[in-house]
């Protein structure tokens, strides 16, 4: 059985990540496939085995077996022979249950580790190339692809509210304001964006908000409430991101 075949749909499947149409095939071919129903069951007994101490378990049956066979040995090689399947079986029901639980027992990566995987800053070239037309946020824009922060921030921040290029500075700032690690005021710039009606910003928005919690602090139920709207969203550019993250917080 060739487990590492199975292992993802299996894993969607149990953490509801499959669509309705996938989720009625998955089932339907559990009946009709012995090796996918084999792999399921074995995903299931792991999960299992972690809660109830199967290593310990083992270890004694182990020894029991061991000393089975010892006491027997003197009548041949079938009594050894025996001891060893059994305990071949139980080595590879070890190696199985490692296979399915590994997922399981990595620790949940940190806010930052998460951040620093997912956070991109905007495209330098395409802030300052000459396409880019030319208005009051052209130096802002300029000074944040030179990494010059604290005037990027200066300059945005000038743009006030009602202002048809506000939510673009607002945006833009909160780039600038994680340049200088101000992680709490960016925020508040991409909860801007994000709630903007801007179809340009509000996505990108949003996504920086969601990186910026992160950041900030375990992840609530209102964040991971946003990441399953976007996982579950295949038109929205982060969808992939959005899943993965929530794969890793399991």
Request: proline share 3%.
């Given at each position: ?6 292992y ?31 792999a399921?069951?074995?995903y ?23 000393k ?25 029901a070890?190696?199985?249950?490692v ?26 070239q ?17 000074a ?6 604290a ?13 048809p ?26 909860a ?8 340009k ?9 969601i ?9 609530d ?12 969203d ?15 917080m399991?």
């Amino acid at each position: 059985m060739k487990l590492e075949n199975y292992y993802d749909r299996i894993d969607q499947y149990h953490a509801g990540e499959l669509s309705t149409g996938d989720r009625q095939n998955f089932e339907r071919e559990l009946g009709s496939n012995e090796e996918l129903r084999q792999a399921e069951e074995l995903y299931r007994l792991s999960l299992s085995a972690l809660d109830y101490g199967v290593e310990e378990s083992l270890r004694k049956d182990l020894k029991k077996w061991e000393k089975e066979g010892n006491q027997a040995a003197s009548g041949g090689r079938i009594i050894n022979l025996r001891r060893s399947i059994f305990i071949m079986g139980a080595a590879a029901a070890v190696l199985l249950l490692v296979f399915f639980a590994r997922p399981f027992l990595m620790p949940a990566p940190s806010g930052d580790e998460l951040f620093a995987s997912y956070y991109k800053a905007p495209d330098a070239q395409s802030m300052r190339g000459g396409s880019v037309p030319q208005n009051a946020l052209t130096a802002a824009k300029k000074a944040l692809a030179e990494e010059s922060y604290a005037d990027a921030i200066e300059d945005f921040s000038r743009i006030p509210e009602g202002d048809p290029l506000y939510v673009e500075a607002q945006y833009y700032l909160g780039h600038a304001l994680v340049g200088l690690k101000n992680y709490s005021a960016a925020k508040k710039a991409f909860a801007i964006a994000a709630d903007s009606n801007e179809s340009k910003f509000n996505e990108k928005g949003e996504w920086n908000y969601i990186l910026a919690c992160l950041k900030l602090g375990p992840m609530d139920a209102a964040v991971e409430s946003k990441l399953k709207t976007i996982a579950q969203d295949e038109d929205s550019s982060f969808a992939k991101d959005a899943r993965e993250i929530l794969k890793k917080m399991k």
